[in-house]
């Protein structure tokens, strides 16, 4: 399951929220074993985000957590369409958005633990 959490300083209605975690849904195909059924996303809105000193226009930073891809595969892909589409959502300039990607080692849905060293 990856994970993602997005912080964006500027605000979104439910309607625009709803269709960015669609399109990001499509976008996260692009890593092998993942699509939108089993992305789990969050969105902070109106977060105090600064850029290069600066906080004066939409800026959005997000973190992708993905369980078991250590070798980041589908990670580049991904980044391309989420920034475009992340820049369309929110009137940001693609300088204004920027990513974090964590393979995820041990991980807990529905009350099961997973552990990644247990399967390697």
């Given at each position: 399951m990856p994970f993602?959490?997005?912080?964006?300083?500027?605000?979104?209605?439910?309607?625009?929220?709803?269709?960015?975690?669609?399109?990001?849904?499509?976008?996260?195909e692009a890593v092998p074993g993942r699509d939108e059924n089993s992305l789990l996303a969050v969105i902070e809105r109106e977060a105090g985000i600064y850029l290069r000193g600066r906080a004066d226009r939409p800026i959005v930073y997000a973190e992708l957590a993905v369980f078991a891809n250590e070798n980041g595969a589908g990670y580049a892909e991904f980044a391309a369409t989420a920034t475009q589409t992340i820049c369309n959502a929110v009137g940001a300039a693609p300088g204004d958005v920027c990513f974090r990607f964590e393979d995820t080692l041990r991980w807990s849905a529905a009350g099961r633990y997973i552990d990644r060293r247990r399967f390697s």
């Amino acid at each position: 399951m990856p994970f993602l959490k997005i912080w964006a300083s500027p605000s979104l209605d439910t309607r625009a929220e709803d269709e960015l975690v669609r399109a990001l849904g499509e976008a996260i195909e692009a890593v092998p074993g993942r699509d939108e059924n089993s992305l789990l996303a969050v969105i902070e809105r109106e977060a105090g985000i600064y850029l290069r000193g600066r906080a004066d226009r939409p800026i959005v930073y997000a973190e992708l957590a993905v369980f078991a891809n250590e070798n980041g595969a589908g990670y580049a892909e991904f980044a391309a369409t989420a920034t475009q589409t992340i820049c369309n959502a929110v009137g940001a300039a693609p300088g204004d958005v920027c990513f974090r990607f964590e393979d995820t080692l041990r991980w807990s849905a529905a009350g099961r633990y997973i552990d990644r060293r247990r399967f390697s």
